[in-house]
């Protein structure tokens, strides 16, 4: 009985101690999820328009809704972190669709409303089914209209499913779904196969460090007229870091992959293009406070107008950007809107650090664009960077001029170099004249040393320095 007694007083305290617990956690949660409204007010064309948060014991409600202004989204700015609301109260997902048809003819770009709920269980065990701080359920809200239109696509299923969880330590992980659907359109007909979508996001403590994972099988269109569209499978993996405790500059990595993507047209068959397994590779580090950022995109195989090529590569970047200065930029151009005073004060920051940042010779870097033919390999390589420029130099071109230098690395097949000399002409007979013509200009350059020719191949290395330029190492004259 003594033994019994015992149980039953440690489990009537800890049935006291845990609503008191997860009281705390719910405050501490609460604290959160306030801290991060601030975030959308680092992105320009995110404004954050209500955030209700209603605490309780064991739970609590937040209703937030985000405002979208597209006309915004062309200024660069860093991503709100996973797990902020937002709402759809407004139109439908065709009439937004169609207002953004509108702004790629020019007209204004439309202001979007999305509203999310999330459910808040408290930790120290949420929902009674894992440890942490929280378990969070959000769901996106929509109105009535834009409800009747997406459940003939995705049936009673939910467009989007939103789960997130977070540790004691401040750190979390949000999983993002969207399920497959299979429909007809209403207008044209189209048979439209979507496979589903999955994005993992982790996080840690004030949102220093992200992870990010997204995994879409595929889609396909197919419409009446023989018409087929199809997109293979989609993997993104990322990481980024902040660079700088504060600020919205961030580095790290990212890989992009795509299966494929092809078009076809029966009615049409020169319509038709196909690409294979494409790939995005970022990279953006810092070193001896200095920032490169590059990007390289391949390509493995495309087809198009019945020509075929292979192993397309496009790398580039720039480097030796000083990355305090370009810290500070970020932070001032992240705020920047239309507001004169903010963009006065953005005008300010520059004026200061732009000095440095022309000072520490940023170079614009062109590791490769090559692609193979039939006929062999086009390939370009160089670079260009300032020498000896100031920050006046940037609005006097002639002043700039002779501070440029760069070098432009060529190598062509004669075959591919003629095809291009002649694609402009349609008429046979003008064709003709043009390749002439661009044959003959070909063997005027390879007797003047401009173009070294190896067989098939054509090669020359141009250099650009005090506002001259060289070729293979002979001044160059028209």
Request: aromatic content about 8%; charged content about 20%.
């Amino acid at each position: 009985m003594k033994i019994s007694a015992r149980w039953m007083v440690l489990v009537a305290v800890l049935a006291g101690a845990y609503p008191a617990a997860s009281w705390y956690t719910g405050k501490r949660v609460a604290a959160k999820f306030m801290t991060s409204k601030d975030q959308p007010a680092q992105t320009p064309f995110i404004k954050l328009v209500k955030q209700d948060y209603q605490r309780g014991v064991f739970s609590s409600v937040e209703d937030v809704t985000l405002e979208l202004n597209l006309a915004s989204i062309s200024k660069p700015s860093p991503a709100a972190p996973p797990g902020a609301g937002g709402d759809n109260t407004g139109a439908d997902p065709a009439a937004q669709a169609a207002q953004i048809a509108q702004a790629a003819r020019g007209e204004q770009l439309p202001v979007i409303q999305l509203r999310f709920v999330s459910r808040i269980q408290h930790g120290p065990f949420p929902g009674l089914r894992s440890f942490g701080a929280a378990s969070i359920k959000t769901e996106l809200v929509l109105d009535p209209a834009s409800k009747t239109q997406l459940e003939k696509i995705f049936g009673n299923a939910d467009p989007l499913q939103i789960s997130s969880t977070l540790t004691y330590g401040g750190a979390g992980h949000v999983s993002l779904s969207s399920p497959a659907f299979s429909t007809v359109t209403d207008r044209d007909r189209d048979k439209l196969a979507w496979q589903g979508l999955n994005m993992d996001v982790d996080f840690d403590k004030e949102y220093k460090n992200f992870r990010v994972s997204l995994n879409a099988p595929g889609l396909t269109v197919d419409s009446l007229e023989g018409q087929s569209f199809k997109m293979g499978a989609i993997s993104i993996k990322g990481d980024a870091s902040k660079a700088y405790p504060t600020g919205p500059l961030y580095v790290g990595k990212s890989e992009t992959t795509l299966a494929g993507i092809s078009f076809s047209d029966k009615a049409d068959p020169k319509k038709s293009f196909s690409m294979q397994q494409l790939s995005l590779n970022t990279d953006a580090s810092i070193k001896d406070d200095f920032l490169s950022v590059f990007a390289r995109l391949g390509v493995s195989k495309f087809m198009f107008d019945q020509l075929e090529f292979s192993n397309f590569h496009y790398d580039y970047g720039v480097k030796h950007l000083h990355a305090p200065s370009i810290a500070q930029i970020s932070a001032a151009y992240s705020g920047a809107t239309a507001d004169p005073e903010k963009m006065a004060a953005l005008k300010a920051v520059w004026e200061q650090v732009g000095p440095t940042i022309i000072n520490g010779q940023p170079e614009l870097v062109l590791e490769r664009i090559s692609i193979v033919t039939s006929d062999g390999e086009a390939k370009l390589t160089g670079g260009m960077k300032l020498v000896d420029a100031n920050v006046t130099d940037i609005s006097n071109i002639m002043a700039l001029y002779p501070k440029v230098q760069g070098n432009l690395d060529i190598t062509l097949t004669d075959v591919l170099v003629s095809k291009l000399g002649g694609a402009s002409q349609k008429d046979p007979e003008m064709q003709k004249a043009a390749l002439d013509a661009m044959n003959q200009q070909i063997a005027s350059f390879v007797e003047q040393g401009y173009i070294n020719r190896n067989g098939k191949l054509l090669n020359a290395k141009l250099e650009w320095s005090q506002g001259k330029l060289t070729v293979n190492g002979k001044a160059f004259q028209r």
